[in-house]
């Protein structure tokens, strides 16, 4: 059965910075992109980055460019997040999810992980 597994998550300072990890099974890894999700309370989930397949593109909301980084390891079936110089409003439940276009439209990502949380105190 296919699944992603975020870890990483915590509670940092602002200023502070924090690197997620999403582990994929059960699943051809290199044939999808990959993308982070983030969603804050009473907020709709966004997207914050996405890479594709080879790891060559990247792609990454204008909140986050500059400050967060996504990787991915093929050999390790694995993708990440570094985020760096958090801020109060980066606060969300995070989420990596697999799909095929490299694209901030959830609907064309077809596989989720659980998630994960991510809190950035003043």
């Known amino acids: 059965q296919a699944q992603l597994v975020e870890s990483g998550g915590g509670l940092v300072q602002a200023g502070g910075s924090l690197r997620l990890a999403c582990a994929s099974s059960?699943?051809?890894?290199?044939?999808?992109?990959m993308g982070w999700f983030r969603q804050a309370p009473g907020n709709e989930r966004e997207f914050v980055a996405g890479?594709?397949?080879?790891?060559?593109?990247?792609r990454y909301a204008d909140s986050v460019k500059g400050r967060f980084t996504i990787s991915r390891d093929n050999a390790r079936n694995t993708v990440y997040l570094q985020m760096n110089s958090l801020k109060p409003e980066d606060t969300a439940v995070y989420y990596c999810?697999?799909?095929?276009?490299?694209?901030?439209?959830?609907?064309?990502?077809?596989?989720w992980g659980q998630g994960t949380q991510v809190t950035v105190s003043s």
């Open positions: 999810a697999a799909g095929w276009l490299l694209v901030a439209t959830i609907n064309e990502y077809d596989l």
């Open positions: 890479i594709s397949r080879g790891g060559g593109n990247t």
């Open positions: 059960g699943r051809n890894f290199i044939r999808n992109v």
